[in-house]
């Protein structure tokens, strides 16, 4: 019998055919480690599943993989379910993964965590974004089913607590599908009202797959954008969503978010009772200490006998008013005598003083300087003559001019 030749290609089919025709290799569940993960810019999944002695090439194309719940990464164990076939151009057979789930924790559990850190290390999650909640809104926004338990609790707690608060409903779709885009739509609704002054987004509990909505990552930005104040209030106090860390506030329960966004209005009035009732005790208070104080005034000499003290006083000012008459006329006197002194000595020392003695001085006519000597002059000189009374006019009729030893010489 001739043995059939064949081609590279016809071999290949024939393997694949054989594996496709393998109802076990059909309908695999593995178990492995995920290494050498590329997810391309296709938006298919290649990697490779290995344990301790093996490796099994495999890929995840991207329409099953766009529904993961998490982000497949290198050294997670999971279980891949799938086929097993040939990829034809290499001649490799690789495992075709129609589902991928965490091995331990649950894939949502992982989606969770990721999508957490990743909003908190952008700073989503930072105080310092939190808006403050009005501590008397005039309206609350709310979000949820419009058919659900939460939206009864939601009402029930502010009618009970503030009579009086406005409250516009946004009924939007909470799980499913649809519950994103329902809830993104209705929070863009509320945040065009000017006058929502603070928003509950939220619904009651169930199991994580039906909260997931609100792990939504657009959901979360979203959230993260309101120009208006959000609470988030998803499921039971155990619950923690994206969106409770996203929100301005958290409230435990649908009903725990009524509470925290308006106040007990029963509570406000008993406060501002009393904060009247002690406005009053001090105002009261403080009128007694007055009137006290005025007792305890009125009580002084003064004012029992006011004129017998001013009569004192007036008494006292007479007395002053004498020793400082006397103080200034004992200074002005002194003063005179100081000045009288030195007029003395002034009058001592005037050329006037000297003329009314008998002594008399001269100048020549038309000049200023007076004379000292015989020689300043010759016969016929016009000379002015001073006394203490007046002034003679005379001329030079001779001069004498006196020697050292007491001659004459003319």
Not at 92 to 120: R, S
Not at 232 to 255: K, M, N, Q
Not at 285 to 304: A, G
Not at 398 to 404: A, F, G, P, Q, V
Request: proline share 3%; hydrophobic share 35%; charged share 25%.
């Amino acid at each position: 019998m001739q043995q059939e030749i064949m081609t590279v290609t016809e071999l290949t089919k024939y393997i694949k055919k054989r594996l496709e025709s393998d109802k076990l290799l059909n309908s695999l569940l593995i178990t492995g480690e995920i290494s050498n993960f590329h997810h391309h810019s296709s938006g298919h999944m290649y990697f490779t599943l290995k344990d301790d002695n093996s490796r099994l090439k495999s890929v995840m194309f991207r329409s099953i993989n766009q529904n993961l719940k998490f982000q497949p990464e290198g050294g997670m164990e999971v279980v891949a379910s799938g086929y097993v076939s040939l990829y034809e151009s290499r001649g490799q057979y690789q495992l075709y993964v129609q589902n991928l789930q965490p091995e331990g924790i649950g894939a949502l559990h992982i989606a969770f965590e990721q999508l957490k850190e990743k909003l908190q290390k952008e700073g989503l999650f930072a105080e310092k974004y939190k808006q403050d909640i009005p501590q008397f809104p005039q309206k609350v926004g709310v979000i949820t089913s419009s058919t659900g338990a939460a939206i009864r609790d939601i009402l029930s707690v502010i009618q009970r607590r503030f009579m009086g608060v406005s409250i516009l409903i946004a009924p939007a779709t909470v799980q499913g599908e649809k519950a994103v885009p329902d809830l993104m739509e209705s929070l863009e609704i509320l945040n065009q009202q000017d006058d929502v002054d603070v928003i509950i987004i939220g619904r009651g509990g169930g199991s994580i797959e039906d909260l997931w909505a609100f792990n939504d990552e657009n959901l979360a930005r979203a959230i993260f954008s309101s120009q208006t104040p959000i609470i988030s209030a998803v499921g039971h106090e155990t619950d923690y969503t994206i969106s409770d860390f996203v929100a301005d506030l958290r409230a435990p329960t649908p009903s725990a978010a009524g509470e925290l966004v308006v106040s007990n209005q029963e509570e406000i009035k008993r406060y501002l009772n009393k904060l009247t009732d002690n406005l009053i005790q001090n105002i009261e208070q403080k009128l007694k200490n007055c009137h006290n104080q005025l007792d305890n005034l009125m009580q002084r000499h003064i004012f029992l006998q006011p004129k017998r003290q001013l009569k004192d006083w007036k008494q006292r000012i007479d007395e002053l008013k004498e020793r400082l008459i006397n103080l200034m006329e004992r200074r002005l006197n002194l003063a005179q005598e100081r000045l009288n002194s030195k007029i003395g000595k002034l009058d001592t020392l005037s050329p006037l003083s000297t003329l009314s003695r008998g002594y008399s001085y001269c100048r020549k006519r038309g000049e200023k300087e007076s004379l000292s000597s015989v020689v300043e002059v010759e016969t016929g000189d016009r000379l002015e003559l001073f006394l203490s009374d007046g002034k003679l006019e005379t001329e030079v009729i001779s001069i004498k001019e006196k020697k050292l030893n007491g001659d004459e010489s003319i």
